[in-house]
């Protein structure tokens, strides 16, 4: 037994490596969601994962956010985690709410965790560093605050802890697109050419 459960662990591991954050709303009011996608070529539980945040230059991280139970995210889809008052057109893509909007600002860090081996896959600003009104991306200040974020379609897999490889100093080395506040085109589907089979994906399993 304890043979199959490293087998299935490693294979767990593997599998995640594909799972990051394909977009990132910090908008007016509150529109504010994020966007996970599945870039690898098998399904993936979502039971061992969960989103974990801090607030103002917190230095450890403050919150978990499980998925909901039963979540399967098919390979190249997306699920997509927004604030309960969101526009409608964020609820009517939004597969799962947060309560509390007070904890989403351009300032609060954002990681996607796997609980079983406490890896960051992906991460979105950085534990002990209160950036004021939000992280630079792409060479845009604040972008993190009043900006859409779309992950470029060559990335394939998160960078960990690593938010400044995600963010990069200029539009061409980093993994970002950023965009104009209230900019909700992009969400319920995500586009990466560099992972395998590529497709775009509606979230909708229904449609």
Same mark, same amino acid.
């Given at each position: 037994? !304890?043979?199959?459960?490293?087998?299935?662990?490693?294979?767990?591991?593997?599998?995640?490596?594909?799972?990051?954050?394909?977009?990132?709303?910090?908008?007016?009011? *509150?529109?504010?969601?994020?966007? #996970?996608?599945?870039?690898? +070529?098998?399904?993936? +539980?979502?039971?061992?994962?969960?989103?974990?945040?801090?607030?103002?230059?917190?230095? +450890?991280?403050?919150?978990?956010?499980?998925?909901?139970?039963?979540?399967?995210?098919?390979?190249?889809?997306?699920?997509?985690?927004?604030?309960?008052?969101?526009?409608?057109? #964020?609820?009517?893509?939004?597969?799962?709410?947060? %309560?509390?909007?007070?904890?989403?600002?351009?300032?609060?860090?954002?990681?996607?965790?796997? #609980?079983?081996? *406490?890896?960051?896959?992906?991460?979105?600003?950085?534990?002990?560093?209160?950036?004021?009104?939000?992280?630079?991306?792409?060479? #845009?200040?604040? %972008?993190?605050?009043?900006?859409?974020?779309?992950?470029?379609?060559?990335?394939?897999?998160?960078?960990?802890? *690593?938010?400044?490889?995600? %963010?990069?100093?200029?539009?061409?080395?980093?993994?970002?697109?950023? !965009?104009?506040?209230?900019?909700?085109?992009?969400?319920?589907?995500?586009?990466?050419? %560099?992972?395998?089979?590529?497709?775009?994906?509606?979230?909708?399993?229904?449609?």
């Amino acid at each position: 037994m !304890k043979a199959i459960s490293l087998v299935f662990i490693n294979i767990q591991v593997l599998f995640s490596q594909n799972l990051f954050f394909s977009e990132y709303v910090e908008g007016s009011s *509150n529109n504010k969601y994020l966007e #996970i996608f599945n870039g690898g +070529s098998e399904s993936i +539980s979502l039971a061992d994962f969960q989103l974990i945040n801090c607030s103002n230059g917190c230095t +450890s991280w403050e919150r978990t956010h499980s998925f909901t139970e039963n979540t399967n995210l098919v390979t190249h889809a997306v699920w997509v985690v927004c604030s309960t008052g969101s526009d409608p057109a #964020i609820l009517s893509e939004c597969d799962q709410t947060i %309560a509390n909007n007070s904890i989403f600002n351009g300032d609060d860090a954002w990681a996607l965790q796997q #609980i079983s081996t *406490n890896n960051i896959l992906d991460i979105i600003g950085v534990i002990g560093d209160d950036p004021g009104s939000g992280w630079e991306v792409a060479g #845009i200040s604040n %972008a993190t605050k009043d900006h859409t974020l779309i992950r470029k379609e060559g990335v394939e897999s998160g960078v960990g802890e *690593n938010w400044s490889e995600a %963010a990069g100093t200029n539009t061409d080395d980093s993994q970002w697109t950023v !965009k104009d506040k209230d900019d909700f085109s992009g969400i319920g589907s995500h586009v990466c050419s %560099a992972c395998s089979d590529s497709v775009s994906v509606c979230n909708n399993t229904t449609a």
